[in-house]
């Protein structure tokens, strides 16, 4: 009897099968009292060829627009602006690899106003750039004076604003220390991708991509609420060796110019960093530079340009005489501040904050000249080239008008 049962299920469910139209599947209701299997469906016969030429020749010219709209903006391929540190951690580790005389540690500013092709030129020294956008030096200088390799000079850049800021500039510096002392698989795989696809192709900036550019559209979506649009888009542009410049957009394009201008100019709070945060601040500071110095290495800290609106909010907010001033007093070191440095005056600054390529070079050579006479650790070459001023980079024009 169950042998005729289960001949008659089988029966009816290929007799079902074969009732069923083309491109239908079996469902339960043709199989009763029966386990289902894997559901089936005939596949109807297709030019499967032409349509996947098809499709690749889409995904190719569509993709073709897209890098060619993004380089119309300015963007260019192998640009590793992004914030994810992995080519700092591996500038950062070539201090464990080697012997480093040279490194520049700090913010935005010294990142972006720095030209290493004319350090070494001046010098025959190529610095690393360990400088971090956004964030303090001083996390960066501690992890630096707690490793014994290090016995060069550190170049420290300082916009007090952040170095002196315990509670908002300092998580870039963490994460990317983090990144240096450990680094996933996956995220190594992904960044040996990024190396191989990245010089090709400036779609892949992480600042312009359509889901970060979508965010943009509306200013305020909820109000009250500091939304993308309020934040900073664009600002540098870098490559794999450290070096790093203002995006060369922001020297032309105004509108781009005043929006990063009105970020910075929201981003310190109105009222000046209490007594208490500064000392602490000058402490860990001298701690770290005399464990550089017990080694044979040594620090000098630099102070770039910023522009008149930004230099008012800036003293207000701390002082030069409570933070550089008793800074280098504190720890007893040597500084270079760009009211004290004559090539840095009206240089150009499209934003406010950073200055631009070619202004940068001039500032460089200022700076590092300046260096070379406060720490025997840089000497100048014999063939160095000859100095730069401010009309290396600033037309008759301009700086008539300022």
Same mark, same amino acid.
């Given at each position: ?38 559901? &089936? ?8 060829? #032409?349509? *996947? ?13 897209? &890098?060619?709209?993004?380089? /119309? ?7 590793? /602006? ?6 700092? $951690? ?23 106003? #720095? ?21 303090? @030096? ?15 000079? $550190? ?5 007090? #604003?952040?170095? !002196?800021?315990?509670?908002? *500039? ?5 994460? $990317? ?37 979508? !965010? ?40 781009? %110019? ?37 080694? @044979? ?25 409570? %933070? ?6 504190? #720890? ?18 499209? &934003? @406010? ?12 050579? $200022?700076?590092?000249? *300046? ?12 063939? %160095?080239?000859?100095?730069? /001023? ?8 301009? %700086?008539?008008?300022?």
């Amino acid at each position: 009897m169950a042998s005729f049962i289960s001949s008659s299920e089988e029966t009816t469910v290929e007799t079902s099968h074969q009732a069923l139209p083309s491109g239908l599947r079996l469902t339960a209701a043709d199989r009763p009292g029966v386990a289902q299997p894997v559901p &089936e469906r005939d596949i109807p016969d297709q030019p499967w060829r #032409t349509m *996947s030429l098809v499709v690749l020749v889409l995904v190719i010219l569509l993709t073709s627009a897209w &890098e060619w709209k993004m380089r /119309s903006l300015k963007l260019v391929p192998g640009d590793e /602006s992004d914030g994810t540190y992995d080519s700092w $951690a591996r500038l950062r580790h070539q201090v464990d690899k080697r012997d480093v005389p040279v490194l520049i540690l700090g913010d935005s500013r010294i990142l972006y106003d #720095t030209d290493l092709d004319r350090v070494a030129q001046l010098t025959g020294v190529r610095p690393i750039q360990l400088a971090i956008v956004g964030s303090s @030096g001083l996390p960066i200088l501690e992890d630096i004076a707690d490793d014994s390799h290090f016995k060069g000079l $550190a170049i420290v850049g300082m916009a007090e #604003t952040a170095f !002196f800021d315990t509670k908002h *500039s300092v998580a870039r510096p963490k994460e $990317a220390l983090e990144l240096s002392h450990w680094e996933s698989p996956s995220k190594r795989a992904s960044y040996q991708i990024q190396r191989v696809i990245s010089p090709g192709l400036a779609m892949l900036d992480e600042d312009y991509q359509l889901s970060t550019l979508i !965010f943009h559209l509306d200013p305020d979506w909820r109000p009250g609420v500091r939304g993308p649009y309020h934040d900073v888009w664009k600002v540098g542009e870098s490559g794999t060796d450290g070096q790093a410049w203002i995006w060369r957009r922001l020297e032309h394009d105004q509108r781009l %110019a005043d929006h990063a201008r009105s970020v910075w100019h929201q981003l310190f709070p109105p009222f000046p960093i209490d007594d208490k945060s500064i000392n602490a601040i000058l402490a860990r500071t001298k701690t770290a530079v005399d464990k550089i110095r017990a080694r @044979g290495g040594d620090v000098v800290f630099v102070r770039p340009p910023s522009g008149p609106d930004m230099r008012a909010i800036e003293d207000k907010h701390v002082p030069r005489a409570r %933070a550089w001033d008793a800074l280098l007093a504190y #720890t007893h070191t040597n500084g270079i501040h760009t009211d004290d440095l004559p090539a840095s005056q009206n240089l150009i600054l499209p &934003e @406010g904050s950073h200055l631009t390529h070619a202004c940068a070079t001039v500032f460089t050579d $200022a700076y590092i000249r *300046s260096v070379a006479q406060l720490t025997p650790m840089l000497h100048l070459k014999p063939d %160095a080239p000859t100095a730069l /001023s401010t009309k290396d980079c600033v037309s008759p024009s301009v %700086a008539r008008a300022e």
